[in-house]
């Protein structure tokens, strides 16, 4: 086994703790269609098994990142207001621009090929309850959540966490079935560009929630674990 990883062996790790601490670890997750948000307390072995992965492939591509991971800080090195920063702007945004026009572009392509065998049907409804589900969970962080964690030194930290895991767990539903609707974001052969775009602007849309979910899941949450516990 490669020494650069101290403490545990990488495989004995979790998902979560990987992505969490390894810069391009979430790349690699995603390259191997490894849940590392969501199910991200399984060990690294037990992922790659439930995923049908080869495990040695997997580790030694995370491996291949212990001596060339670049300049950029790990999220897990942010302290928690820079992190709860970091998600508003990249993520919540990103989420509120992206999903008005991945749900017109879906509506047009199921109405335009609405014959064609590989139709995402389907998709555009899928895609409008991630945006009402999304909208409720993001209103609730950035309006409750997120003030009364940058209060937490304060002692007034007592919102539950749990709600919001299981509403991560809701929105990766989801995500599993933005997947099957759309072959893994595959269009067909001579697809059109809407119907290219679409699936090009999905991809990305999975891509930032998974992440999104990530840094929440992984990084976030857990500081404030303990003292939820003992609310």
């Known amino acids: 086994m490669n020494t650069q990883f101290p403490g545990p062996e990488l495989w004995e790790r979790t998902v979560g703790d990987i992505a969490a601490t390894l810069p391009g670890a979430t790349a690699v997750f995603r390259k191997f269609k490894i849940d590392f948000c969501c199910n991200g307390d399984l060990t690294l072995d037990s992922a790659a098994h439930r995923r049908g992965v080869d495990p040695d492939e997997l580790e030694r591509a995370l491996e291949a990142l212990g001596t060339g991971a670049g300049d950029t800080a790990a999220p897990a090195a942010m302290d928690s207001d820079e992190l709860i920063d970091h998600i508003e702007a990249c993520y919540h945004e990103a989420h509120r621009r992206a999903l008005p026009e991945l749900i017109a572009l879906s509506r047009k392509v199921e109405a335009v090929h609405r014959e064609h065998p590989k139709v995402p049907a389907g998709l ?3 895609l409008r309850q991630m945006q009402s589900e999304l909208e409720q969970h993001m209103a609730k962080e950035e309006a409750i959540l997120f003030p009364a964690m940058r209060q937490w030194a304060k002692g007034k930290f007592d919102i539950p966490i749990s709600e919001l895991r299981h509403e991560h767990d809701d929105q990766g539903t989801l995500l599993r079935l ?4 759309t072959d ?14 679409l699936y090009v602007g999905t991809a990305q849309l999975a891509e930032d929630l998974m992440e999104h979910i990530h840094l929440e899941n992984n990084i976030l949450f857990p500081r404030f674990a303990a003292t939820e516990s003992r609310a």
């Open 178 to 181: 933005l997947e099957s609707l």
């Open 124 to 126: 555009s409804d899928a």
């Open 184 to 197: 893994d974001f595959v269009t067909p052969d001579g697809a059109c560009r809407s119907w290219q775009a």
